[in-house]
């Protein structure tokens, strides 16, 4: 939790280009994450178009994660949920700014952006969507 500070500091700089990025039938009015190629329902008539997902949603299953590998070992323990976003698709994430034992079935969420692990000394910084309690006032916006 050392470096929070700067952190935070990259996620607001980084928070413009960060999405998640799927996609859109416009003749079944569903929607997808990751995007598809082509709609599974509509065949060769489904009409797919891009679509940013607005990164709300709700806990549909999680588990706490109390042994992990090398690299995630300072954030242990730490959850991994379904997050079943507003327009219907689920996706896997990890549920942060929260105590493991305060998440549950049904909790509100929003997507947040998130460093997950750090090459080396001074290197590659690898970041991703997670997702926090809507509740949460996080301060910085
Ligand atoms: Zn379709």
């Known amino acids: 939790m050392a470096d929070q500070g700067g952190v935070a500091q990259v996620w607001r700089r980084i928070r413009s280009i960060y999405n998640i990025q799927g996609n859109h039938c416009t003749t079944c009015d569903t929607y997808y994450f990751p995007p598809r190629l082509v709609c599974p329902k509509c065949r060769r008539k489904g009409k797919l178009e891009d679509y940013r997902f607005k990164g709300l949603g709700t806990v549909y299953t999680f588990a706490i994660v109390r042994q992990a ?3 995630f070992k300072r954030q242990v323990p730490y959850v991994v949920a379904q997050v079943q976003l507003d327009e219907g698709p689920r ?6 700014n929260c105590e493991p034992s305060s998440v549950h079935i049904g909790m509100r969420v929003r997507a947040c952006f998130r460093k997950i692990t750090e090459y080396g000394h001074g290197g590659i910084i690898v970041y991703g969507y997670k997702f926090e309690p ?5 301060g910085h916006d």
């Open 69 to 71: 590998p090398q690299d």
């Open 91 to 96: 996706l896997t994430a990890q549920i942060v």
């Open 134 to 138: 809507t509740m949460r006032v996080t």
